[in-house]
């Protein structure tokens, strides 16, 4: 039965403004074993991210084929209203929310090592890291698991073919700027992720 008593109380994104969401990930094994399958289909998902932020007519294209029984199977009405540009909180409520689903703007593909070390700053704040770690731990886990030189192998062989601009691709160390664009205000930079724990009012601290 639908009750239709389910309400968004707020989203994600404004939690924390273009938050790294979803992820791709392989063994260590499947990538040292397959090493040009591994950049192909990052090749893929970077195109189809792309291809998804290049047009309003891609997103309603991408709803259609999500909408399918074979993929999502949801109504596409459903699947349309966040990925065409709008989030609806209640049935009569309905905003704009351009950046609600961003797949390529803002270099919303490339792996972060910042965005690693925040997940890491909050298991830590809640327990599920049971003792305080340095920095350099923090840094080192996350370099373990974002792998940016596969990114790069497969965005330059996309550049190589036309399908990217190198100004698609950031200048960085692996970690995004500072940034404080969270509900709660609170700065983050990845380099200091102690000195960021120290600084919320909840959760551990040491």
Same mark, same amino acid.
């Given at each position: 039965?639908?009750?239709?008593?389910?309400?968004?109380?707020?989203?994600? /994104?404004?939690?924390? #403004?273009?938050?790294?969401?979803?992820?791709?990930?392989?063994?260590?094994?499947?990538?040292?074993?397959?090493?040009?399958?591994?950049?192909?289909?990052?090749?893929?998902?970077? %195109?189809?991210?792309?291809?998804?932020?290049?047009?309003?007519?891609?997103?309603?294209?991408?709803? %259609?084929?999500?909408?399918?029984?074979?993929?999502?199977?949801?109504?596409? #009405?459903?699947?349309?209203?966040?990925?065409?540009? *709008?989030?609806?909180? *209640?049935?009569?409520? *309905?905003? +704009?929310?351009?950046?609600?689903?961003?797949?390529? %703007?803002?270099?919303?593909? /490339?792996?972060?090592?910042?965005?690693?070390?925040?997940?890491?700053?909050?298991?830590?704040?809640? &327990?599920?890291? &049971?003792?305080?770690?340095?920095?350099?731990?923090?840094?080192?886990?996350?370099?373990?698991?974002?792998? +940016?030189?596969?990114? %790069?192998?497969?965005?330059?062989?996309?550049?190589?073919? &036309?399908?990217?601009?190198?100004?698609?691709?950031?200048?960085?160390?692996?970690?995004?700027?500072?940034?404080?664009?969270?509900?709660?205000?609170?700065?983050?930079? &990845?380099?200091?992720?102690?000195?960021?724990?120290?600084?919320?009012?909840?959760?551990? #601290?040491?």
């Amino acid at each position: 039965m639908i009750r239709d008593i389910g309400v968004t109380v707020i989203t994600d /994104y404004e939690i924390w #403004k273009n938050n790294p969401e979803k992820v791709f990930g392989v063994t260590a094994a499947w990538a040292e074993q397959n090493p040009q399958t591994h950049i192909a289909v990052v090749k893929a998902l970077i %195109r189809a991210a792309k291809w998804l932020d290049e047009s309003p007519q891609n997103r309603i294209e991408a709803c %259609r084929i999500l909408s399918r029984p074979e993929y999502v199977g949801a109504d596409f #009405k459903v699947i349309a209203n966040s990925m065409t540009g *709008t989030w609806q909180y *209640t049935a009569d409520d *309905t905003r +704009p929310m351009p950046d609600f689903n961003v797949f390529f %703007r803002y270099f919303a593909t /490339y792996p972060y090592y910042s965005d690693a070390v925040w997940y890491l700053t909050q298991m830590r704040r809640w &327990g599920q890291i &049971g003792e305080a770690k340095a920095d350099e731990w923090y840094k080192q886990t996350a370099a373990d698991v974002y792998k +940016p030189d596969i990114y %790069r192998a497969a965005a330059k062989e996309l550049i190589e073919e &036309g399908y990217l601009e190198s100004s698609d691709i950031p200048e960085t160390d692996g970690y995004r700027p500072a940034t404080n664009e969270f509900i709660d205000g609170v700065a983050y930079d &990845g380099r200091e992720p102690n000195a960021y724990l120290h600084k919320l009012a909840i959760g551990l #601290k040491d």
